[in-house]
């Protein structure tokens, strides 16, 4: 039965896309069999030791292609190369993926009105997709953002910035999540009735700036102050403190209630410029806001997430953009309730695409989250790797309607948008881009963002091998290798200054250090410590921990107790010890603190001369650390009873320490962030950790593949940590071992070349 809500336009057009679906299944009557939801169960799974798409029970390769304009697609040409699974884009609304630069929409929506629908847009771009490969699977992403009528219709329900501009859509309205999410369930159903649309696996639901579950005007707006969002946040509050004499004793107001209690201005939540902390005595409001603010999000993501498995229940799966935690530092995203995320069944994936911190060659492009907590809740990771390439050119170029320029050259054709020139860069990031998610266990979509970024034979075949390394990297073992866990605590964020500079520098900026110190390292959420299954990591690194309650503090001395290592950064346990300051510090990291107050503030730090195993191959005088950091108190280490390897820039006062505990490893505290990679190597030696490679290239490894992106010519000798049959070069389709029964090997390295080694099973050492 056709759905009522059509307009006429798309009724008409449907009907003919339904004609040219059912050709495709007279043409291959399997693709009818295979595809129809009665007949199909999709799930995310253990596979290996690590998260995968189980279809009927089997594990599919998570290796698909994706552009935003199809009409310039390559779906011909992945369909060729063996791609099975492909992403397209639908929009609820008629507006472009952000608030701020003016982009056009790419595709029209298909919220036409109230009860009123037009899924034409989605059946054309399932079409394209079946003509390439009949038996295609789809992952739809699904924008929720509303439409400009509906706007007109519902302004209370509008996010609010601080300045009373409106934000599209409140993510905690509850009149968006209702119709939003009857849209989205006529929609499933929609898919579920044509044969274009059972080829649909999972819906990836995306709202907000760039469809990525952050707040529209999140950058200098502070959103958000809309009445549906006051109503949720003293819901919160309820949940929270229960009774108006605790919330009155928290928030050191006599005068405050559970149904007054207001949202701080934009003052109150800037804060003190003059401070890295915040004061709890007189900023918990603020801080208990941002708590929440990132808790409405969560909630949002959970419920639609929950709309897509109550219809399409095990047909297909439910998942987003979330837990950018590493990559958008500052609080006013709303991207810090990622262990509610993880908690909810209905939420089967998460994605992000590679960062964009540097995205040169010799770099690192980590991903967005703690993937390894993601996995370790049963979750799949995907990444989006919207790589540029030599072909990438300026949306006034291959799209002016889009543009918000129109043909004249502005935002979208700067460098950002653009590739290297030299298309064998090109390729060695492709590669160092498929190499992380084969090491990592985790899925990745081909982001061919305006079309034709890989439209050329040499990358069309390594299209195809990376596919083929893709399945079989589902027949190895896909657990992970790393004896290094780095920590982060997503409760933290609220704890620091408005400013988002000391989460940038310790969090956002180290990963490029860490992705060179030899040996893969695991990230987790520090709440993820209370699993048993985190505690065979050797290294523990803490960034930004400075709120860790009393139940971590246990774990941690039981893990110090058992030898393990840790290092420590600036303000460490500085909340969640009684009152805030330097004894939380001193419990949580056994390291003596003061915390002094300073004309100016310099998280920099200066090597001393020594020679202590922890400095090996560090030049005296090296410096390292940031001066963006700003406020009071710097959190230093007092030099009593430890080692001091650095002193903060331009004084005696000791930057960096260590401390051997009494049954095996070290604690390590630095002032510092931007811990050199030979630093961090050293650490990792001393705690144990088997380091692969001396050289501080972009490194990866599973127990059966090896990934080096180098950062300068020359040879190189992988140490592995057991004995191996065979290594073989991955990308090379003879396959000629390279070595055999070995635990080392020696390669001539290219800078900026990656290399993808393959390990068989051999003897295990």
């Known amino acids: 039965m056709s759905n009522p809500n059509l307009t006429r336009r798309g009724l008409i057009t449907t009907t003919a896309l339904t004609a040219t679906a059912a050709a495709l299944v007279r043409a291959d009557p399997a693709f009818a069999t295979g595809q129809h939801p009665s007949r199909r169960r999709v799930t995310v799974g253990d596979h290996n030791g690590a998260p995968a798409i189980l279809l009927n029970g089997q594990p599919l390769p998570a290796v698909a292609y994706m552009t935003y304009l199809p009409h310039r697609g390559q779906f011909g040409d992945f369909a060729d190369a063996g791609y099975r699974l492909f992403s397209v ?17 790419f595709r029209p ?23 390439a490969r009949p038996d295609a699977l789809v992952l739809l992403r699904v924008n929720l953002d509303v439409p400009e009528w509906w706007e007109a219709l519902h302004p209370d329900e509008l996010g609010v910035a601080s300045d009373g501009g409106t934000l599209r859509q409140s993510f905690s309205s509850t009149v968006w999540k209702r119709q939003a999410g009857d849209v989205l369930r006529a929609l499933i159903r929609h898919n579920s009735r044509s044969p274009l649309g059972r080829s649909v696996i999972a819906y990836h639901l995306g709202a907000g700036q760039t469809e990525e579950w952050m707040y529209h005007g999140n950058r200098d707006r502070f959103p958000e102050y809309s009445r549906s969002h006051q109503q949720a946040f003293r819901v919160w509050l309820r949940r929270t403190y229960r009774t108006d004499r605790a919330l009155r004793a928290a928030w050191q107001d006599d005068t405050v209630s559970l149904h007054t209690a207001a949202i701080p201005d934009a003052t109150a939540r800037l804060g003190d410029e003059s401070r890295i902390l915040r004061d709890p005595v007189t900023e918990q409001p603020s801080i208990d806001y941002y708590q929440f603010h990132s808790h409405a999000v969560a909630d949002a993501v959970i419920h639609f997430c929950r709309v897509v498995k109550q219809e399409a229940g095990d047909t297909a799966l439910a998942g987003a953009f979330y837990g950018y935690n590493m990559e958008t530092t500052q609080v006013d995203v709303g ?139 589902m027949r190895a073992d896909r657990r992970s290798a790393a004896q290094v866990a780095v920590v982060v605590d997503e409760e933290s964020y609220a704890y620091f200054s408005h400013s988002r500079n000391h989460n940038q520098q310790f969090l956002y900026g180290q990963r490029l250090e860490l992705g060179r110190m030899g040996t893969p390292y695991d990230i987790l959420h520090a709440q993820d410590l209370h699993d048993r299954r985190t505690h065979h990591h050797k290294l523990f690194i803490f960034l930004n921990s400075i709120k860790v309650d009393r139940h971590l503090r246990q774990v941690v001395k039981r893990l110090r107790d058992q030898g393990r290592s840790f290092l420590w950064g600036h303000g460490a346990g500085w909340f969640g010890h009684g009152a805030p ?90 002032v510092g962030p931007r811990i050199p990679p030979r630093f961090l190597q050293n650490a990792a030696r001393e705690a144990g950790v088997h380091i692969y490679n001396d050289v501080d290239d972009v490194f990866y490894a599973n127990h059966e593949f090896i990934a080096l992106h180098a950062t300068q010519d020359g040879p190189r000798t992988i140490r592995l940590p057991r004995t191996v049959g065979t290594v073989t070069d991955a990308f090379d389709p003879s396959r000629t071992p390279l070595a055999r029964d070995t ?17 068989d099973r051999g003897r295990r050492g």
């Open 581 to 670: 300051g330097v004894a939380g510090v001193r419990d949580l990291t056994g390291i003596e603190v003061a915390a002094p107050e300073l004309p100016t503030v310099d998280l920099r730090v200066k090597t001393l001369a020594s020679d202590s195993p922890a400095l090996a191959g560090v030049a005296t005088g090296t410096l390292f650390g940031t001066t963006s950091v700003k406020g009071n108190p710097l959190v230093h280490p007092t030099g009593v009873d430890v080692e001091v390897l650095a002193n903060v820039n331009g004084t005696t006062l000791p930057g960096v320490v260590r401390v051997p505990h009494r049954r095996g490893g070290y604690s390590t505290y630095t």
């Open 743 to 759: 635990d080392s090997f020696t390669i001539e390295c290219g800078e900026h070349e990656t290399y993808l080694f393959r390990l």
């Open 89 to 105: 884009a639908s929009f609820l609304g008629d507006r472009g993926i952000n608030s701020t630069s003016g982009i056009r929409p």
């Open 109 to 131: 929506g298909i919220w036409k009105g109230p009860n009123e629908y037009d899924f034409t847009p989605v059946d054309e771009d399932l079409a394209r997709v079946l003509d």
């Open 335 to 473: 991207q810090n309730a990622l262990r509610q995320v993880l908690a909810s069944p209905q939420v089967e994936f998460l994605a992000s695409p590679n960062s964009y911190v540097r995205r040169q060659p010799g770099n690192d492009w980590a991903y967005f989250s703690l993937t390894d907590s993601v996995k370790l809740h049963g979750k799949l990771w995907m990444s989006e790797s919207d790589t540029r390439t030599h072909l990438s050119q300026g949306l006034s170029v291959v799209a002016p309607e889009v543009n918000p320029t129109g043909s004249v050259p502005g935002q979208y054709d700067s460098s950002l948008w653009l590739g290297p020139e030299d298309p064998a860069i090109t390729l060695a990031l492709l590669k160092n881009n498929l190499a992380r998610a084969l090491a990592t266990g985790a899925g990745l979509w081909w982001f061919d963002m305006w079309g034709g970024w890989y439209d050329d034979p040499e990358m069309m075949a390594f299209m195809a091998n990376a596919r083929g390394l893709v399945a079989e990297s």
